[in-house]
């Protein structure tokens, strides 16, 4: 059956080209295929492969529903007839309930039925519960993710069954508009800002200046690895339209965010005075060590300490993984301050309002908690 000009050979194709990190120009171009012709066929699906459809293996065979058929010829009961195929007695009274009974059963209009009752999609649940759906849409305007969605719900309404949603149904419901759930416009709310599902890519390491006297990151106290004492922090330079960026701080064990206006550039002694002011406003419990890349602004790490007493570590050439919240969390922040914003105009108040939002959303490595429960929880432990 062909679907937007496509066989379902041709199909397979777009999918298979696509996981390899080809653009969907490109694949086009590789199948010889018009280009609007397969972006319309990868949009109605949301970016999403549909499995293949097959019959579970909890679900009666075509060959069971004649045995059954044959079963009742012969005048057996349903415990006969079930002992025979291996099946529950409960199986076949509820097969022949959803088929007519024993008078007006037959196998073949059975299977078909069932496998017709089996397609899918289904009316989405989003499309008939209201409250959900009303839920769904305010946080997503709140600029959470659709897995924050799902994990916050689980944690508030752990036993109703009518408020549980995965993210996938939610991505799905916003890529595929047939399902008729969500509002296209909500994508712009997503981080992303996608309308359908990408294979992600792997951006080019970028390397770092040099900086004298600094203390290595295999040098950091192994309470800061594993994260079981709070007050360690990561940091990052996050660049706008250039010269323009800011500063970030994450707390690795609660994800508590601080941001740092940088109004007069980037350069280190503005990151220097700019990051001692902002960390000096902790309590002394919360001010232990702070990681950074080899980025030639943290040139003056040294008197950094000094005024803060912040001690300085710094991750391995071309090494983003070690910085692995900071990293996380600067995703996080394009969705507020892309990388063409003039974030040199972007004034401190509007920055601590950026944090105190993301802040106040759940995350999933902190089983759903918000990071500002979670640093309060930890420092009230310790």
Known sequence: MQRFGLSPEEQQQVWDLWRTGKSLRAVARAMGQPAHQVRRYVA???????????????????????????????GDSCRQIAAGIGRSHT????????????????????????????????????????ALRAIVEERLELKWSPEQIAGWLGRTYPDD??????????????????????????????RSARKMRRPRGRPAPQGRGQLTGKLMISERPAE?????????WEGDLLLGKRPSGIATLVERSSRYTQLVALRDGHRAEQVRVALAASISTLPAQLR???????????????????DSGVTV????????????TSENTNGLLRQYLPKR??????????????????????????????PAEKLTELTAAS
């Open 288 to 306: 232990r060590s702070l990681t950074w890349d080899q980025g030639k602004e943290m040139a003056e790490h040294e008197r950094f300490s000094v």
């Open 44 to 74: 109605s699906t949301g970016g999403r492969r549909r499995a293949p459809r097959r019959r579970a293996t909890r679900c009666l065979s075509a060959g069971e529903r004649e045995e059954i058929s044959r079963g009742l010829a012969r």
């Open 161 to 190: 069954e009518q408020m549980a949603i995965s993210h996938e149904t939610i991505y799905l419901s916003l890529f595929v508009q047939s399902r008729g759930a969500l509002r296209r416009e909500l994508c712009a709310h997503l």
């Open 341 to 370: 914003a003039d974030l040199g105009s972007v004034s401190q108040a509007h920055l601590d309002a950026v944090a105190a939002e993301l802040n106040d959303r759940p995350r999933k490595t902190l089983d759903w908690m918000t």
């Open 313 to 324: 570590y710094f991750c391995d050439p071309r090494s983003p993984w070690q910085r692995g």
């Open 224 to 232: 800061a690895e594993d994260r079981a004492v709070p007050g360690h």
């Open 91 to 130: 199986t076949v009274s509820r097969e022949l309930r959803s088929n007519g009974g024993r008078e007006r059963y037959r196998a073949i209009d059975a299977d078909e039925g069932a496998s017709e009752r089996a397609r899918r999609p289904k009316t989405a649940k989003l499309a008939t519960n209201g």
